[in-house]
Structure formats: structure tokens, C-alpha cells
């Protein structure tokens, strides 16, 4: 009786979790390349646009010297941090099987990175801990970061485009 009550659980329990793959949004891995891509460009526009927002409040000379030291710090992440990790991701994705979740374009311990970085932007904005002459080339230098090296996705997912779609001609 025993045995047969949890046999018929584990029945209904794999049902079920079968039942839940029809559910799980999946696309081909080299669609995660490119939502990484569109996904950096539009958080590093939207990291430019709050600060250009602080920028009616600055004198001229605090905006130059926000973009250019924004700048600066933007081409120095890029290089040497979000590139590297974008061809790590790019490795990773290139590992999955055909079609996977269309949120593992990320790995799940990133979610929860992301949920903090968030959640200490909102405070240091919504805040005076930090003044706003301070975090604003933080926040064009890490926007700048983001857009730049989302073009190493941008570069993969379009080599991989081409591979698939290549017509081969026969010559005579």
C-alpha cells in the first residue's frame, strides 16, 4: 500500500515535471548570444541616460569632465573586463545543447548579482551618499563598458548567422 501510493506520487510528479518542458521557453543557444548582445546595448544606453539626466544640474566644465572621464573608464572595463567575460559567456553558451532556456543566457548565480548591482544603483541614486558629480562617470564609464563589448556577442552570434546560411556554389 505503501509503495503503491509512492509509486503513483512519482508518477504524478514526472508527469507533471513533463508536462512543464511544453512551458519552458526554448530557443536555439545562438538567439542567447544575441539577447546578451541587445541586452548589454540597452543597459549600457539606459546607464548613459541617467546620468545625462544629473547633467542639467552640472556646469559645463563637470560634464567634460564626466564624459571624459566616464570614457576613460568605460574603454578600460570594456577591454579588460566585460570582454573577457563576454567570451566567457559565449563559451559557455557555445556548450549547451541545441535548443536551451531562453534565460540561460546568463548563468542563475548572475540574477542574483544583478538584483544587488540594481539594488545598490537605486539607493546610491536615490540617495545623497554619493554625489551625483562623483556617479556619473561611474555610470557612463560601466554604460560605455556594457555597449562596447556587447559587440563580442554581437561579432559571434553574426559569424555563427553566416555559417548556417552559407550557400555553396558549385564552380565549373
Known sequence: MIIERAGKRLF???????????????????????????IWNIVGILLNLIAAKWFANFELWQIGFAYSA???????????????LAVKNINRISKYPEKVCVFAFQRWQMYFLVAV???????????????KFILAPVYVGIGLALFLAAFVYHKEFWSLQLKSSKVYVKKN
Not at 566616464?70 to 573577457?84: K, N, P, Q, Y
Open 117 to 131: 548591482m540594481m539594488s545598490m544603483g537605486f539607493i546610491m541614486r536615490s540617495t545623497e551618499l554619493i554625489p
Open 12 to 38: 504524478l510528479f514526472l508527469k507533471l515535471n513533463y508536462n512543464m518542458r511544453k512551458f519552458k521557453p526554448a530557443v536555439n543557444r545562438k538567439y542567447l548570444i544575441l539577447l546578451s548582445a541587445v
Open 70 to 84: 566616464g570614457g576613460v573608464l568605460g574603454l578600460i572595463i570594456s577591454w579588460f573586463g566585460f570582454r573577457h
